[in-house]
């Protein structure tokens, strides 16, 4: 059984900034690809920003520069730094993982809501 936590989601002002932390845990013999996407009500979840195990990265266009996603692969953990916030990054924010036990599958953590006040 594999389970991703996240934790780090809240309300903060318009320019504010986030720190999302997620972590997993249970039968893992090793972790490919790890990110965070969001959804907003009415839309379809989107990638935000994902890291490979060697630290490639990639972001959505919407979020170049102004967050950055990083990833403790001896703590199976990935954070994604998030500055200068906009309303429009109001969602809730899922982890994810590709995760390798005795297949490759992916996991979602439960989601956290980030909320950014104008």
């Known amino acids: 059984q594999v389970q991703l936590v996240e934790s780090g989601g809240g309300l903060v002002q318009a320019g504010g900034s986030l720190r999302l932390s997620c972590a997993a845990s249970?039968?893992?013999?090793?972790?490919?690809?790890m990110g965070w996407y969001r959804q907003a009500p009415g839309n379809e979840r989107e990638l935000v920003a994902a890291i490979t195990a060697a630290g490639a990265t990639n972001y959505a266009n919407s979020v170049k520069g102004r967050f950055t996603i990083s990833r403790d692969n001896a703590k199976n953990a990935v954070y994604l730094q998030m500055n200068s916030l906009k309303p429009e990054d109001t969602a809730f924010y899922y982890c994810?993982?590709?995760?390798?036990?005795?297949?490759?599958?992916?996991?979602w953590g439960q989601g956290t809501q980030v909320t950014v006040s104008s």
């Open positions: 249970g039968n893992i013999f090793s972790i490919n690809l």
């Open positions: 994810h993982a590709n995760i390798l036990f005795r297949s490759w599958l992916d996991y």
